[in-house]
């Protein structure tokens, strides 16, 4: 009797330890993730309060207000190549990496154009010297966000999500250093601003050198053969190939951004300054909470949903019945803990001028669970050959936001943009939904439990 079949009838008592093997790891690898994002939000939080405490509210008004103009240069800045990468290999293993130097060449075109721009930006601030020089320092972010989103994709594609965690925090811990020289010292704000720009460009350095084995074409790819060699010589695609296939990545960003922040800005010019303080609040809370499904899809799962859309149905389908519920599911939780939490600890960390944000976080707070679950399912579109179909919907989500924002807000001030949110997130989630039952799941029939601890086994057999 063949080994196999001794296997089958005595069973491998082996496999469900290796299963539950595969679910730590993978865990553990979600955690790393996860803690990375709370150091960097904590991080972040922490250099806003001392140098807030350190510079006079003049020299911190100019410096964040550069900082986070150049911040939403971001998605300009990489133009949807890191998300590009994960697709294109993915679907195509080591056949991508003809896709990879003139994605580069695009890159270091837009970061051109971008860092161009905000030196023109700098300087256009003179006769002010401070502030044309914090301006003209803080360019060098520009690259470093670049550098940061094209390596967490690299990552990603390696299966290093230790490396990968630790990118994404070292440069924020990096920040906390300048700003406590800088509270230490008693330095100013151009001292500062030249502590990030230093930071910015040790991060770019690190950033080359952990990508030079993938630009050799000599990076082993999670989930692909081993490359016996640097890659064999392959037509690369053209650059103007590469700006129209990453286009859907950029507007989908650019959406994104929208709903983050667009909300704030209408209640600053059109109800008040205070107003807008009061949102800006709970949506930086609402931000930090959306780092949880960006997590779980956008750094651990997308690279691994690329590469099922093609060669896995079976995968794809326990992501659509146990990821979407799932994500609802924690969502919901999530929320409910934030809606209690608001009341008594916003005031008490911000003071009592910031009470009535509270209850605007407390309405908020019903969009975290569509968020949660939209995003589950919308990363089966990215995968499943239906990212333009997707980017569309997040347009009409972003139209959905417009109207709501245009009658709410005139009605019932910052509590309307609180609500124009949870419409707009809910309007964006049922589109997803709807969009991946039809679309990608279609007449198929949904796995069982039975079927998720059947496919663990095997794996884990797999990876022994």
């Given at each position: 009797?063949?080994?196999?079949?001794?296997?089958?009838?005595?069973?491998?008592?082996?496999?469900?330890?290796?299963?539950?093997?595969?679910?730590?790891?993978?865990?553990?690898?979600?955690?790393?993730?996860?803690?990375?994002?709370?150091?960097?939000?904590?991080?972040?939080?922490?250099?806003?309060?001392?140098?807030?405490?350190?510079?006079?509210?003049?020299?911190?008004?100019?410096?964040?207000?550069?900082?986070?103009?150049?911040?939403?240069?971001?998605?300009?800045?990489?133009?949807?190549?890191?998300?590009?990468?994960?697709?294109?290999?993915?679907?195509?293993?080591?056949?991508?990496?003809?896709?990879?130097?003139?994605?580069?060449?695009?890159?270091?075109?837009?970061?051109?154009?971008?860092?161009?721009?905000?030196?023109?930006?700098?300087?256009?601030?003179?006769?002010?010297?401070?502030?044309?020089?914090?301006?003209?320092?803080?360019?060098?972010?520009?690259?470093?966000?670049?550098?940061?989103?094209?390596?967490?994709?690299?990552?990603?594609?390696?299966?290093?999500?230790?490396?990968?965690?630790?990118?994404?925090?070292?440069?924020?811990?990096?920040?906390?250093?300048?700003?406590?020289?800088?509270?230490?010292?008693?330095?100013?704000?151009?001292?500062?601003?030249?502590?990030?720009?230093?930071?910015?460009?040790?991060?770019?350095?690190?950033?080359?050198?952990?990508?030079?084995?993938?630009?050799?074409?000599?990076?082993?790819?999670?989930?692909?053969?081993?490359?016996?060699?640097?890659?064999?010589?392959?037509?690369?695609?053209?650059?103007?190939?590469?700006?129209?296939?990453?286009?859907?990545?950029?507007?989908?960003?650019?959406?994104?951004?929208?709903?983050?922040?667009?909300?704030?800005?209408?209640?600053?010019?059109?109800?008040?300054?205070?107003?807008?303080?009061?949102?800006?609040?709970?949506?930086?809370?609402?931000?930090?909470?959306?780092?949880?499904?960006?997590?779980?899809?956008?750094?651990?799962?997308?690279?691994?949903?690329?590469?099922?859309?093609?060669?896995?149905?079976?995968?794809?389908?326990?992501?659509?019945?146990?990821?979407?519920?799932?994500?609802?599911?924690?969502?919901?939780?999530?929320?409910?803990?934030?809606?209690?939490?608001?009341?008594?600890?916003?005031?008490?960390?911000?003071?009592?001028?910031?009470?009535?944000?509270?209850?605007?976080?407390?309405?908020?707070?019903?969009?975290?669970?569509?968020?949660?679950?939209?995003?589950?399912v919308a990363s089966l579109l990215t995968s499943g050959g239906l990212l333009r179909?997707?980017?569309?919907?997040?347009?009409?989500?972003?139209?959905?936001?417009?109207?709501?924002?245009?009658?709410?807000?005139?009605?019932?001030?910052?509590?309307?943009?609180?609500?124009?949110?949870?419409?707009?997130?809910?309007?964006?989630?049922?589109?997803?939904?709807?969009?991946?039952?039809?679309?990608?799941?279609?007449?198929?029939?949904?796995?069982?439990?039975?079927?998720?601890?059947?496919?663990?086994?095997?794996?884990?057999?797999?990876?022994?």
């Amino acid at each position: 009797m063949s080994p196999s079949a001794v296997e089958l009838r005595t069973g491998d008592p082996a496999r469900p330890r290796r299963a539950r093997n595969r679910l730590v790891t993978m865990l553990v690898h979600l955690g790393m993730l996860g803690l990375s994002q709370v150091g960097v939000t904590i991080a972040a939080f922490g250099t806003q309060i001392l140098l807030a405490r350190s510079l006079s509210q003049a020299a911190f008004g100019t410096f964040t207000t550069a900082l986070a103009l150049i911040s939403l240069t971001a998605p300009l800045a990489v133009f949807g190549v890191s998300e590009l990468w994960l697709q294109q290999f993915g679907q195509q293993g080591t056949g991508a990496y003809r896709w990879v130097r003139p994605a580069l060449r695009a890159v270091a075109g837009c970061c051109a154009l971008i860092v161009a721009a905000v030196l023109l930006w700098g300087v256009v601030a003179l006769p002010d010297s401070r502030t044309a020089t914090v301006r003209v320092l803080l360019a060098a972010v520009v690259l470093a966000q670049a550098a940061l989103g094209l390596v967490a994709s690299v990552q990603q594609l390696r299966g290093d999500y230790r490396g990968l965690s630790a990118l994404q925090l070292a440069p924020h811990l990096g920040r906390v250093a300048v700003v406590l020289g800088v509270w230490a010292f008693g330095l100013g704000v151009v001292a500062a601003a030249a502590g990030y720009a230093a930071v910015a460009l040790l991060t770019v350095l690190a950033s080359l050198l952990v990508m030079r084995p993938f630009i050799r074409g000599t990076m082993p790819l999670e989930g692909h053969p081993r490359p016996a060699g640097p890659a064999p010589a392959a037509q690369p695609v053209a650059v103007r190939a590469v700006l129209g296939a990453a286009l859907p990545f950029v507007l989908g960003n650019v959406f994104y951004l929208l709903g983050m922040y667009l909300g704030t800005v209408v209640a600053g010019e059109f109800l008040s300054p205070e107003a807008a303080a009061l949102l800006s609040v709970p949506m930086s809370v609402l931000a930090a909470v959306y780092l949880v499904p960006r997590v779980v899809y956008q750094q651990y799962f997308l690279a691994k949903l690329h590469r099922w859309a093609g060669s896995d149905r079976d995968a794809i389908l326990l992501a659509y019945r146990y990821g979407g519920a799932g994500m609802v599911v924690l969502g919901a939780a999530v929320a409910a803990m934030v809606a209690v939490a608001a009341g008594p600890v916003l005031p008490l960390l911000l003071g009592p001028e910031y009470a009535d944000s509270a209850d605007v976080l407390a309405v908020l707070a019903l969009a975290i669970p569509f968020r949660f679950g939209g995003a589950a399912v919308a990363s089966l579109l990215t995968s499943g050959g239906l990212l333009r179909r997707k980017v569309a919907y997040q347009g009409a989500g972003a139209a959905v936001y417009l109207a709501a924002l245009a009658v709410a807000t005139p009605l019932w001030g910052i509590m309307g943009a609180a609500t124009a949110t949870v419409v707009a997130e809910v309007a964006l989630c049922c589109l997803f939904w709807v969009a991946v039952r039809r679309r990608v799941v279609r007449d198929a029939a949904l796995p069982s439990w039975r079927d998720v601890r059947r496919r663990l086994t095997r794996e884990g057999s797999r990876a022994s």
